[in-house]
Structures are given as structure tokens and as C-alpha cells.
């Protein structure tokens, strides 16, 4: 600790002695400051002498953490967990004849894409299998300016005027004197909130129903929610709802899965989008439109202009225009995927909005909210917010401007000439707002034609099969048991009967009520005259292969490389993935002495993070497994979570100790044809039939 001629050779190298510690020079860039000037010593802050104090002149110390002291922007007030990707949509056909946007012109057009998917009620560290409603935001940038698709996997949602929407929020996050709970909405407040909301219904049997746990981003659906117009050259306007069909189908978790995934890996839903990507999976949605006219807009048994209701797809079928492939991911997250500000204003020529009162307030909120976030109204000069498009207006300065005019002229009207006048407006091609005839009083009034609140929300139920219902149900039972006051739990059944009397028996008998409860006081009868709707359920829209799921395959020294290898082969062949789960994550030795590489050890990589298992030990490798408690839940998890299990016979002693009785979904992978057999079982994705002899 001495100083030796007043340089401090010991100590300048402290922190550099590792072998790896790199130098500029030989092509390595120097490190600079923000200001560009040359660091000599990153390891050590300026002080008198070795042991202080520190200079307040070191202005490489101060720069350095006043920068990282500024590192975070707020986050999200909703949505604040989010992750996206980059890619492109590509148009099937021209639409001219319903729109003049001029991304749907000319078939086969790409445009630039970016998607962020988000949860909405936890904070930005939140686990990625919260019960919740998903945000699906798509950014086009097409050669007409920034379109924001701003959706959700939901196609309704909970309120029906924005003025609501601070409420609904307030009460769906952690409750403000405790801050907890964290990404849930199980807690008194929430359904305090939804009680007394009866137009939440609808919503409430989507975010209970499986719909909220997505299995993965890429396996669900979008939705636009909100009814918006389609304008073409002449000026004539077709309602339209945004449907994202996802190309590799829907799925979602089973809740204790969901449970168990948010500890396994929180970060299941990112990594998996991540994942896919980087391996050149790109994930994949269709486009399609509901259209529709003035005349079925009146006839339509709902207001179109009430997002709480939706349009069954057989009543308007679908057409499917284009397809979103995401085939980028992000080269930075913070830049990218924090700061890409979507705003529901951002609309093209072409497209329009609808009097939806959400949607009117939704058209301020987003604006406002990224001045706050993003520090100024420049945000647009961000890359990931920019147009890719020419754009040129007068708009000038403010905090962080990026994007500055030049030369003299900085208004309009002005009488430079072209190019010093700078841009002009155009009648010909500029945005157009439908010329909707709008006239009545001003007033605060809820319209009679968004009174019913029952109606959709039982057409949804019983269009759920037995399996999805009883989800429902068991949800229901699940939040309302975290509520603490017996009151709200009541008050939250009483509407139940208007949806479905054995719904609300069941929610009441699974919580306990002792007395009977009374309907609520119904603003409108519930109708029964709306049939079930297919496409409202994921379990009857099954996918039509085992694509872009994936196998844990549980090996342990001795397994048998033949099958080991037949299996790789019929997972590839299905463009499905496999991790290898082995005692150690150095690998195992196959029964032929080759090494079989692991990713997870046991316990590492628990059956809840596969859509399928196979569990393939030799009779000695199971052994040890048996008392292994990580490898009983890996298998009795994957029993109770409804998976295919391919198996070897030696691996029935692990089954026995974790007490499984091997049923349909159980095939032997050592038999003719055993992995083929395998893989096709597993495109049912889940043995349905054992959930009659499962609780969870
Ligand atoms: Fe949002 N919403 N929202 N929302 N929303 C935000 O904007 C808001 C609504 C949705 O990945 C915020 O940039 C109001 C419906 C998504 O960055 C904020 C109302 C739907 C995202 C906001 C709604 C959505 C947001 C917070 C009721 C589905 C994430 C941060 C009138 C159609 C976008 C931000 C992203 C984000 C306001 C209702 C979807 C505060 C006032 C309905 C996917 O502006």
C-alpha cells in the first residue's frame, strides 16, 4: 500500500490483472467518454493517493454514474412487461376496392413490421405466465406513415368509456397502501371493481378462461378490438375488427402449470419468442379482417361501437389479406423494445376510427403518455418510432431534437419557392377523415344500445367444451378465494346466473357460500338465442401439427442411442425442438459410450417448461432418479398437466414412485415405429381424457 515515487504501480493495475482484461490498440477501439476524449484507466476513480479522498474533478468518474444514474425511463403505467420483435407484412392481395392505404395496394407488398407483446398488470420485472389479458401492438411502417395497431388476445374488453380506465387499472394492480399483489388480479379490489361493473362480464369469462395463460406468444391470437373503418379512393367506408390468426395454432397452459412456469423460468414467454427466432422458427399470423356495412351494423344484435361485445366470426366471416412473420429480434431492448412508442392516433390514409368511446379516449392517452415516458415530444426522432417513410414538416426543437430543418424557412403559408419553401400539404394524397354526419346534444350518457351485459358473456361460456368450462369455473373459485371480504365474493357470483346457472352453482359451491345467492339486478335479460361460436374455444380449434413445440426428452447414462437418435428424427421432421435433461448438464453417456449433450440438469429443466416428455433411462440410470424429487415431479407434473410421456419400460420404476398409472397418453418408445407413434399423439397436445382423474 506504499507509493512509490508518487505513482501507484500496485494498485493502478488492480482490476486488470485478469487474463482477459483487453487494451486499445491492434484494431480494439479506445474507450472515451461521452465527449469523445480517450480513457486511460477505467478501473480506478481519481483519488489522493490510493486510499482516497476521491477528486471531485474526475470527470470520467462523474460522467460515468451520472449517466447510469439516469438509466431508467418510467415505466408503463399498463403493459409495462413487454417483449418485442422485428419482421415484416406481407400483403396476399390489393385491396383497392376497400382501401386506399397503400400498404394493401399491390400484392405481395412488404412492409417493415415491429410487435411488442406485453402483460398489463404486473411491473416490468413481472413473471411472464401471470393470468392476464396480453397486449399485441403492431407498428407498420408503411410508405404512407406509421400505422400502430394497438390490440390485445382478447377480442372485448372490460369497460366500455374510457373514463373508466384509471379505475379499471387502479384496481386491477397492486393494491396502493401494500403494493401487493404483483401481477395478479386476485385481490379484493380488482373484483370489488368488477362486481360492480356488471358490462365486465364478457371479459371477465375471457381473462378466466384460458385464453390468459398462453402457452406461448406465438400460439395466440390479436385482435384490433375496436371497430375502425376502411376508406378506398372514392371515399367510401366498410367497418372493419383486426383478427391475428397465429399459422402454427393456439395453446395455452393449465394454471398449475402456470404456476409452476412462473418459478421455473419467469421469463418462459420471452425466451421462447427469443428462441424461436434465433433459430429461424419465425413465428407467424394471418390477417384477417371482418367486414362489414351501415345495414348489418344496425341490424347486428349489439352496438358496433361497444367494446365490450364482439362479432362471432360466423356472422362475419374472416378474410384472411396478409401475413405478419417476425424474423428479427432486437438489437437492443431498451432502445427498441422500451422506448417504441405506440400511439392508437397513428392511422394511414385509407383507415379510420370509429366513434368507440374507448377508442376516442385511447386516441389521447397514447400521445400524452409518451411525452411523459419518453421526456418530450420528440420522441418520434427515436429510431424504432421514426417513419421509414420521407416525412418534412415545420415542426422544430424541443428536448433531444434529432431531426433538424434546415435553412430558412420554418412556417407555412410562405412564399419561397420549391425547395426552399420546404413541404406543402396535399388534398390528393394527405389523410382524409370519413365525413361521418355527426349531430346531437352534449351530454354524459351511457347509450341504451351498450346495456347488455350478460348476453355475449354466455355465448362465450357455452361455447367453451366441458374442459374449458370447468377452467372457468375453477378460476373464478381460485381469484375470488383471495378475496378477503366475504361481500365482494358474493356480490361477483350474484351475476353468474345470468351467464350460466351451473356456473355460478359451481363457483358457489366451490367457494363455500352457505346460502344461496340472488341474481343481480339484470340491466337487460340475458338472451338465449346466440348459438355457440367454434371459434370462440382453443380446445376445438386444435393446430394441425406438433410445430414449434417442445420436447424434454429425460436421459441418463446407458439410454439408448438408437432411440435416442430416432427420436432427434422424428421431433425434426415434425419442426418441432427438444431439450435434453440429464442428471448433469455435462451430458450422459449413451449405452453405446457417445457422449448425448444436455441443456438442463434435473430440476433445471422441470417437465412444465416442454409440451411433450419422453423419458428414456437405462434400468441402472433410474436409480438414482427415484429418489431424486425433481425427477418424480418432471414426470408426475407432466401426468397432471396432461402431457404425452414417450417411454422406455425401464423407466416405469420412476412412474411407479411417483405414483402414475400409465394411460393412453403413455407411448412406448421402444416398439416398431415408437417416436413416429409418439409425435403424432403429441399434435393432440394434450390427453384431455386424465383430466377426469386429475385435480389440480
Ligand atoms: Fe391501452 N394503454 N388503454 N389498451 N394498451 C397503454 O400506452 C389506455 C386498451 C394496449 O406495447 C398505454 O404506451 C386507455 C384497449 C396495449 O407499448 C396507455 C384505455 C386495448 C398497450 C394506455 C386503454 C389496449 C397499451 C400505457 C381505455 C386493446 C401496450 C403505455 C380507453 C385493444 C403497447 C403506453 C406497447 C398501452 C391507455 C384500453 C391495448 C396509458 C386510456 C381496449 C397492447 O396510453
Known amino acids: 500500500m506504499k507509493r512509490k515515487n508518487g505513482k501507484h504501480q500496485e494498485h493502478t493495475i488492480q482490476g486488470k490483472g485478469d487474463e482477459v482484461h483487453q487494451i486499445a490498440g491492434g484494431g480494439v477501439p479506445t474507450l472515451t467518454t461521452q465527449q469523445g476524449i480517450p480513457v486511460s484507466d477505467d478501473q480506478n476513480s481519481l ?4 486510499r482516497g479522498p476521491t477528486t471531485l474533478e474526475d470527470f470520467h468518474l462523474r460522467e460515468k454514474i451520472f449517466h447510469f444514474d439516469h438509466e431508467r425511463i418510467p415505466e408503463r403505467v399498463v403493459h409495462a412487461r413487454g417483449y418485442g420483435a422485428h419482421g415484416y407484412f406481407e400483403t396476399y392481395e390489393a385491396l383497392t376496392d376497400l382501401t386506399s392505404a397503400d400498404l394493401f395496394q399491390r400484392a405481395g407488398e412488404k412492409t417493415p413490421a415491429f410487435v411488442r407483446f406485453s402483460t398489463v398488470a404486473g411491473n416490468k420485472g413481472s413473471a411472464d405466465l401471470a393470468r392476464d389479458v396480453r397486449g399485441f401492438a403492431v407498428k407498420l411502417y408503411t410508405q404512407q406513415g406509421n400505422w400502430d395497431i394497438v390490440g390485445n388476445n382478447i377480442p372485448v374488453f372490460f369497460i366500455q368509456d374510457a373514463i373508466k380506465f384509471p379505475d379499471l387499472i387502479h384496481a386491477a394492480k397492486a393494491e396502493p397502501d401494500r403494493d401487493f399483489p404483483q401481477a395478479q388480479t386476485a385481490h379484493d379490489n380488482f373484483w370489488d371493481f368488477a362486481s360492480l361493473m356488471p358490462e365486465s362480464m364478457h371479459m371477465i369469462m375471457w381473462i378466466m378462461s384460458d385464453r390468459a395463460i398462453p402457452r406461448s406468444l406465438r400460439f395466440m391470437e390479436g385482435f384490433g378490438v375496436h371497430t375502425f373503418r376502411l376508406i378506398n379512393a372514392a371515399g367510401k367506408s366498410t367497418f372493419v375488427k383486426f383478427h391475428w390468426k397465429p399459422k402454427l395454432g393456439m395453446q395455452s397452459v393449465i394454471w398449475n402449470e402456470a404456476v409452476k412456469i412462473n418459478g421455473a423460468d419467469p421469463d418462459f414467454h420471452r425466451r421462447d419468442l427469443w428462441a424461436a427466432i434465433q433459430s429461424g422458427n419465425y413465428p407467424e399470423w394471418e390477417l384477417g379482417l371482418q367486414l362489414f356495412d351501415d345495414k348489418f351494423a344496425n341490424e347486428f344484435e349489439f352496438d358496433i361501437l361497444d367494446a365490450t361485445k364482439l362479432i362471432p366470426e360466423e356472422q362475419v366471416p374472416i378474410r384472411r389479406v396478409g401475413r405478419l412473420v417476425l424474423d428479427r429480434c432486437v438489437d437492443n431492448f431498451f432502445a427498441e423494445t422500451e422506448q417504441v412508442a405506440f400511439c392508437t392516433s397513428n392511422i394511414v390514409p385509407g383507415v379510420d376510427f370509429s366513434n368507440d368511446p374507448l377508442l376516442q379516449g385511447r386516441n389521447f392517452s397514447y400521445l400524452d403518455t409518451q411525452i411523459k415516458r419518453l421526456g418530450g415530444p420528440n420522441f418520434t426522432h427515436i429510431p424504432i418510432n421514426a417513419p421509414k417513410c420521407p416525412f418534412h414538416n415545420f415542426q422544430q426543437d424541443g428536448h433531444m431534437a434529432m431531426v433538424n430543418p434546415k435553412g430558412r424557412v420554418n412556417y407555412e403559408p410562405n412564399s419561397w419557392p420549391s425547395p426552399e419553401g420546404g413541404p406543402r400539404e396535399s388534398p390528393t394524397t394527405g389523410f382524409q377523415s370519413f365525413p361521418a354526419e355527426e349531430q346531437d346534444s352534449k351530454i354524459r350518457q351511457r347509450s341504451e344500445t351498450f346495456a347488455d351485459h350478460y348476453s355475449q358473456a354466455r355465448q362465450f361460456y357455452i361455447s367453451q367444451t366441458k374442459t374449458e368450462q370447468e377452467h372457468i369455473a375453477n378460476s373464478l373459485v381460485f381469484e375470488l378465494s383471495k378475496v378477503e371480504k366475504l361481500a365482494i365474493r358474493v356480490r361477483l357470483v350474484s351475476h353468474l346466473p345470468h351467464i350460466d346457472v351451473e356456473l355460478a352453482d359451481r363457483v358457489a359451491k366451490g367457494l363455500g ?8 339486478k339484470a ?41 435416442f437418435d430416432a427420436l432427434i428424427k422424428a421431433i425434426e421432421a415434425e419442426k418441432a425442438t427438444f431439450e435434453v435433461i440429464a442428471p448433469a448438464v455435462g451430458g450422459a453417456k449413451a449405452s453405446d459410450g457417445t457422449m448425448i449433450e444436455a441443456q438442463q ?21 433410474c436409480q438414482p432418479l427415484l429418489k431424486n424429487a425433481a425427477a418424480r415431479d418432471f414426470v408426475s407434473d407432466a401426468f397432471a398437466h396432461l402431457k404425452f410421456v414417450g417411454y422406455v419400460e425401464s423407466a416405469k420404476p420412476l412412474f411407479d414412485k411417483a405414483g402414475i398409472d400409465i394411460d393412453g397418453g403413455f407411448i412406448a418408445l421402444n416398439k416398431a415405429k415408437g417416436p413416429a407413434t409418439f409425435i403424432a399423439a403429441c399434435r393432440k397436445l394434450r390427453q384431455w381424457d386424465r383430466e377426469q382423474f386429475v385435480i389440480t
Not at 422441470?606 to 437405462?618: F, G, N, Q, R
Request: no cysteine; charged share 25%.
Open 523 to 563: 340491466a337487460r335479460e340475458t338472451r338465449t338465442d346466440l348459438k355457440p361460436s367454434k371459434t370462440l374455444s382453443i380446445v376445438q380449434n386444435p393446430p394441425k401439427s406438433f410445430a414449434g413445440r417442445k420436447v424434454g426428452i429425460l436421459v441418463t447414462d446407458g439410454t439408448d442411442r438408437d432411440l
Open 601 to 621: 440438469k434435473v430440476g433445471g429443466g422441470p417437465s412444465v417448461l416442454y409440451d411433450a416428455v419422453a423419458v428414456i433411462p437405462s434400468a441402472e440410470g
Open 513 to 520: 357460500l352457505h346460502e344461496k345467492v340472488q341474481p343481480a
Open 47 to 50: 483519488k489522493v493517493g490510493p
